[in-house]
């Protein structure tokens, strides 16, 4: 069933994110609470490489889960704090129960370089260390690159904001747990219309760049049907000069500008933004939700708004223990960008290890087969709210959360929680 409905979305507009992941996690504990992080540094167990995940599966005790991020690549931030919800979640939950005996569970890296290119053979490596399913990847480009390798395989793998509605269809291996773009644009352009009563909309992303371009599509189509006029540019891959885009924004009298980049890029669209006065309010989808790009709205009068999965405050507990973790480990610190602002990636990560836990559980064992059998019935009502499968291997999800950048403070202030079709 799922291959019959994933067919009919192959037309849909593919598009990817790109992202990095950072080093393994400590060994030691947290507790559900977010007690005292673990001690030692992130190297010193967790997630293993090839010599020692061959190791761990000859004692027979382990189950191991791969993390598809890159570690390098535009946007390591970004990736960098997905992987860090996995890490905190491992530190925290470090075993599984499976059929009266316990398991170690370990996280196994695998880099894939931000890159179409160099995405099959870091699934490759994931799949030659025999781990049971994998999570990943921050990157939907990626997520389509490395999905085949994994199909072949027989192993499945749990994307966690990888929302491009491609790349599920026609993979019966490939699950996620987030929201897809055609639902987040449509859900910004509502936002729009509704906080601003917009009328007129400038939308800039990277030529070439399916995430970019699928979104601001998606954008355009909702925006225009509701009788709304759209201004679409797009700028060379590492341009670093906005100005006359931003100029353009302005002189064409928007009402809004919707940017759905990168990481990167949106720092030097804040940034120069900035310092060209622009007053126009700013629409950024899942990837501005950074707190690099939080930094570049600070002290200045810029209005930013970001769709994304999570808001901080949404789980007293997890905000908590997050923050403890990150502020008593030194190598968490620097994934999280120097700070302990929550990202919504990584209470994202947090969820996909403990959906990738009870699928074990459901699995009765580590085998991939079993374990990929399970998924689509696991259940898991998580930080970022109720997780279920739909027949696709997409979460069911109705809701996303509007931020805005609080520019006074230097963090995120909630705005709403806001359904597709403005409701």
Known sequence: MKKILACLMT???????????????????????????????????????????????????????????????????????ETLGMQFANSETPTVEVGGKTYNVELVMADNGSSADKAPSAASELVGKNVSLVLGSYGSGVSMAGGPKFEEAGLAAIGVTCTNPNVTAGNDYYFRICFLDNFQADVLANFAMEKFSAKKAYCLGENGNEYDQGLVAFFTQVFEGAGGEVISDSFPTNNSDFTSYLNKAKSEGVDVIFTPVSIAYAKQIMEQAASLG??????????????????????????????????EGGS??????????????????????????????????????????????????GDKAAIKAAIPSVKWDGVSGSIAFNEVGDAVRDTAYIKTADTANGTWAFEKVQSGSGK
């Not at 559900?32 to 020692?52: L, Y």
Request: proline share 3%.
């Open 316 to 365: 007293e507990t997890f905000d908590k223990g997050i923050k403890d973790y990150i502020n008593n480990n030194s190598d968490a610190m620097t994934a999280n960008g120097g700070n302990d602002t929550i990202s919504a990636v990584t209470a994202m990560g947090y969820d996909a290890y403990y959906v990738a836990l009870e699928a074990i559980k459901a699995a009765g064992s």
């Open 278 to 311: 622009i007053d126009i309010p700013f629409l950024g989808s899942d990837t501005l939700d950074d707190n690099m790009v939080l930094e570049a709205t600070k002290d200045t009068n810029l209005q930013l708004y970001v769709s994304t999965f999570y808001q």
């Open 11 to 81: 037309g849909v507009m593919a598009f990817s994110l790109v992202a990095c992941s950072t080093t393994p996690p400590a060994t030691g504990g947290t507790d559900a609470a977010g007690g005292q992080a673990a001690e030692g540094s992130a190297e010193a167990g967790g997630a293993t490489d090839g010599a020692a995940a061959d190791s761990a599966a000859a004692a027979g005790d382990t189950i191991r889960i791969g993390v598809f991020e890159p570690s390098t690549g535009d946007s390591a931030s970004g990736g960098k704090k």
